[in-house]
């Protein structure tokens, strides 16, 4: 078996690093913003400190659906296919000009109080957010009502139905969650998204519509942890499908190991076996193995990309000829690793690598596997200007199966998708377990945020 090893061309994020370059799986790689991954009806804030609790606005009636915020009233949004006043704790979950006014509870765009003419005709300002002015709950927007004391339509917190006035309910609009590692799965005529979804410390695969880019909705629960090894967590997962046949790779605990199940013909997994396929045994690996990302070579033929240690690189097995359980390591060392992975006036100071997907097979039949690695990005015609903080973004490696293994070729062009949040040394963007998969005659990477806080939000990039 041969594996050769190309990594990463293409277009970043970052208008000034890399040259514009065709539409593929190399990019360019247009930013699309972060998703808004649906639970329900309520969205998923990220759970840690930082991330806002989980709560609702109290409402009288039904909320109209809807597809985008152009189909909603004046002071709502589209929020999970429904019109709302959007709850907020943070500015982040306002739209273009509003704000969160924590003493509402909602976002509003700012306004002095000691300023009558601060706000567009028909608002008044209080407590520093502008509200509609009203003489009935008719003229308020869904979320609101009117007070009959200051005729200004006003939202009510809420994080149940105990906390609303008789004859309302608390209609909840977001939940703690932390929705990471997405797998992108293409059908026939549809995308679903496969993805680890932690909540109250428990993390399970859960199945996620991918109806529009900007938006993905909860389906059923795949997987839960069950066995000792797994602890409170199965997550990273990894479809493979191959005809009727349908495996579920996954990692299980603290990267305790790579598990694998089956989907029998109702449509439900079950574990292949009690134990894990891949458990850490190599030094470099230091006790974890997982993010797994794995493809079919051949009849019964599995390739295993995985990631090895604290994300100290990319290793590689592969399933045994007579078809037993277990996986065969291909090397006692990381195949992909962070220095390989450098290159020289672009994508320097490599610490780490990590996060293996493996995406279809190119024209000259390598297979194209992403990865994420930590280091510094620069412009190709600047390498030694500014100060720039390393982050994590998302590299290509191209790999070849043949029947011995050639030295490892990098290619010169550094990270396809490296985003920036602003100008200046610490604006950098993490990317992290990127997914891509070929749709509607171009391409759609879907790829985790860790926020400082605590928690991760899903992010999305198109080419073109």
């Known amino acids: 078996m041969v594996l050769l090893v190309l990594a990463g061309c293409g277009m970043v994020g970052r208008d000034d690093v890399l040259p514009e370059r065709p539409c593929g799986a190399a ?3 247009r930013p699309a913003g972060e998703v808004e ?3 329900g009806a309520a969205r998923a804030v990220p759970s840690g400190p930082d991330g806002g609790a989980a709560g609702g606005l109290c409402v009288a009636g039904e909320a109209a659906a809807c597809a985008m915020d152009g189909e909603c009233g004046a002071g709502e949004r589209c929020l999970c296919g429904l019109c709302r006043v959007p709850r907020c704790e943070t500015s982040a979950a306002c739209g273009d000009g509003t704000s969160c006014i924590v003493a509402l509870g909602r976002c509003a765009p700012r306004c002095d109080p000691a300023d009558p003419g601060g706000c567009p ?6 407590l520093g957010g502008c509200v509609a002015d009203c003489r009935s709950d008719a003229d308020c927007a869904h979320g609101e009502t009117c007070s009959a004391g200051s005729g200004r339509c006003t939202a009510v917190p809420c994080a149940g139905d105990s906390d609303c006035p008789d004859g309302r309910r608390c ?3 977001t939940v703690a969650a932390d929705v990471a590692h997405p797998d992108a799965v293409r059908s026939a005529d549809e995308l679903s998204i496969l993805a680890e979804v932690r909540r109250d410390g428990r993390s399970v695969v859960q199945r996620f519509r991918w109806p529009s880019p900007g938006r993905l ?3 059923d629960v795949l997987l839960e942890p069950e066995e000792p090894w797994e602890g409170s967590r199965v997550g990273a997962p990894d479809l493979l499908e191959l005809g009727d046949v349908v495996l579920l790779f996954y990692a299980g605990g603290d990267d305790a190991g790579i598990g694998l199940a089956v989907r029998d013909a109702s449509g439900t997994f079950g574990r292949f076996s009690r134990f894990p396929e891949l458990a850490p045994v190599l030094a470099w690996e230091e006790g974890r193995v997982g993010s797994p990302g794995a493809v079919f070579v051949g009849p019964g033929e599995v ?3 995985y990631t090895g240690g ?8 592969r399933s045994p000829p007579s078809g037993a359980g277990g ?4 090397a006692d060392e990381p195949l992909l690793q962070p220095a390989g992975a450098a290159v020289a006036g672009r994508w320097t100071e490599l610490e780490r690598l990590a996060d293996p997907d493996v995406a279809e097979q190119a024209g000259d039949g390598r297979w194209r596997v992403f990865f994420a690695a930590r280091g510094v990005v620069r412009a190709g015609d600047d390498p030694g200007g500014g100060a720039v903080s390393p982050d994590w973004s998302v590299g290509l490696a191209l790999v070849e199966v043949r029947e011995f293994v050639p030295p490892v070729t990098f290619d010169p062009f550094g990270p396809v998708l490296a985003e920036r949040t602003g100008a200046g040394e610490g604006s950098v963007r993490d990317e992290r377990g990127a997914s891509v998969v070929r749709w509607g005659g171009g391409w759609r990477m879907l790829w985790s945020e860790p926020r400082e806080g605590g928690g991760s939000v899903v992010r999305a990039a198109a080419c073109p």
């Open 27 to 29: 990019g360019p790689w």
């Open 310 to 317: 604290v994300d100290a690189g990319v290793g590689l097995a």
């Open 37 to 39: 991954v649906c639970l």
């Open 171 to 173: 209609e909840i609009q």
């Open 303 to 305: 390739l295993l990309f």
């Open 217 to 219: 909705e909860a389906g």
């Open 327 to 330: 996986f065969e390591r291909v």
């Open 121 to 126: 005709p028909g608002a008044s300002c209080s």
